[in-house]
Antibody
């Protein structure tokens, strides 16, 4: 079955750009009409949807982060990526990637284990 | 953005108890609501989609109901392994989550 794995630096300096990649295994990222999603969770807090991307490259972002977020997808590598610019301590969180089902019912049925990103100098 | 308000924020119950969590949406979301379970240090896990549909492999003691702005999540007989935080999530854009309900064993 499909599995997701986040990767990227665990420590980012303030004002720099956070970059994470999610690698899809056990299936092709291009199969079906899934959207590929990023969610984050500050320690001890709730879940925040960052945005998602389709294999067409079409994206939707959380308006609260839209000016700083860029999602991309690389079907040849079976990966999708998150870039978050101008980070501050408020961006410290566990970042999850997830797969959201295609049209009809929209739910996130496959999740990565999450990766912790700390923003600190 | 659509806001989801869960209640209670935390809950203590005994094994075998019936547990109910509610999720109130700030506007009509028809049945565009999912429920997730998150155990400490783990990723969320889908339990219920589209308000009342049980995800494959999820025990039948979990159920969901509701439509419009008021939704309910129920565990019919609490088991020790159900200790977790539960989140509702709506799937209009942008997707949003409730603040979570932390469930503990009494």
């Amino acid at each position: 079955q499909v599995q997701l794995q986040e990767s990227g630096p665990g420590l980012v300096k303030p004002s720099q750009t956070l970059s994470l990649t999610c690698t899809v295994s056990g299936g092709s990222i291009s199969t079906g009409s899934y959207s590929w999603t990023w969610i984050r969770q500050p320690a001890g807090k709730g879940l925040e949807w960052i945005g998602h991307i389709y294999i067409t490259g079409s994206t939707n972002y959380n308006p609260s982060l839209k000016s700083r977020v860029t999602l991309s997808i690389d079907t040849s590598k079976n990966q999708f990526s998150l870039k978050l610019s101008s980070v501050t301590a408020a961006d410290t969180a566990v970042y999850y990637c997830a797969r959201e089902t295609p049209s009809g019912y929209f739910y996130m049925d496959v999740w990565g284990k999450g990766t912790t990103v700390i923003v600190s100098s | 953005d659509i806001q989801l308000t869960q209640s209670p924020s935390s809950l203590s119950a005994s094994v075998g108890d019936r547990v109910t969590i509610t999720c109130q949406a700030s506007q009509d979301i028809t049945n565009y609501l999912n429920w997730y379970q998150q155990k400490p240090g783990k990723a969320p896990k889908l339990l219920i989609y589209d308000a009342s549909n049980l995800e494959t492999g999820v025990p039948s003691r979990f159920s969901g109901s509701g439509s419009g702005t008021h939704f309910t999540f129920t565990i019919s007989s609490l088991q020790p392994e159900d200790i977790a935080t539960y989140y509702c999530q709506q799937y209009h854009l942008p997707r949003t989550f409730g603040q979570g309900t932390k469930l503990e064993i009494k």
